[in-house]
């Protein structure tokens, strides 16, 4: 089934991702399916969290850190700014202890524990996570098109959101059964019990949040995730383990799209042996993705004369992304 006919067939899933390795056009495909979708009339948001900017890149307009952004009728565009997310945390941080303490001022050594505590890995990738939780439960799009970072990174978000989940369950269930205790305490130190129970509030907060956003992106009528590679040996194999691991998070997978192809004509024109090699080779590949993929390759979408940016290229490629076929050799 072509790329078009799943859209069409399958009004429901309107959470869409693309996946792949570095560099390999998830963001041309995520930006061009946009598009294109926005194109036949339905409200579009595309957005990523990757620092580099790269839809400012593409759409050739500033759209960092400024929330959606508008870039055709139905379509809006948004790029996640990361540290800004994390400023807002601690922010959030310094506030919620200056409430629960009663503190005038956030003491010294607590404000260092707060800086430091941010530039911790994992507190970036949380303010992430929040960042596009907000989006994904906010809104009223028809379609979310997330454009991933690189495979690793991806599949740390899925794989966080699973995690993250048990251990809150766990700190949550541990809450729970010491409400008792809190009971009687609460005739004891009062103040002490109203403080507890918000942080139990706090976290049955989250949880509900990433229980929201996870059963969204594993939501097999709503979500459809696609593969990009392209036709070379390392990253076929990636993708082959890539997909196997997606398929251990409950992710569901929708098919593949094959980007920058030759095109086979060429090989019947005088071209020098360089590019003649170049198309033998693309060939091969191109066998070898049949066999592994076969029908779930969605399209084969063409190597065009020049990187992809502004409108009008967008628009020229998705009429191949989008043509009826898959575009099939
Ligand atoms: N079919 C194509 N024809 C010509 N150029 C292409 C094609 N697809 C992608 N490109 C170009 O390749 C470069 C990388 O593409 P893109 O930024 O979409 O990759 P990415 O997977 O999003 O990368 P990253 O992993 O860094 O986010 C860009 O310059 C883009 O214009
Ligand atoms: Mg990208």
Redesign the pocket.
Known sequence: MSLKALFESQPDRRYIMFG?K???????LSATSAVWLARQGKRVLLFSV?P?A?LSDIFQKDIFGKGPVPIIENLWAQEVDADGRIRAYQEEIRKKILDMYGFDKVPEEVDNYIAAASAEPAMEESAIFDAVVDIIVQGDYDYYIY?L??LGHALYYLSMAKVYDEWINKITKLREDMGQYDQVAATLRRDETVREDQILKELTYIKDRINASSRILTDRKRTAFFF?LVPEEMIILDTKKAAELFARFDVPISGYLV??VLPPDLDRMAVPPYLKNRIAMQRKYLGEIREAFGADVRAY????E????GLAMIER?AARLFSDGEDGR
């Open positions: 792949g570095g560099g390999l056009g998830k963001t041309t990757d580099q790269s454009d970072v690189p990009v980007n920058r979408v063409p190597e065009m020049r990187d992809v940016t490629l």
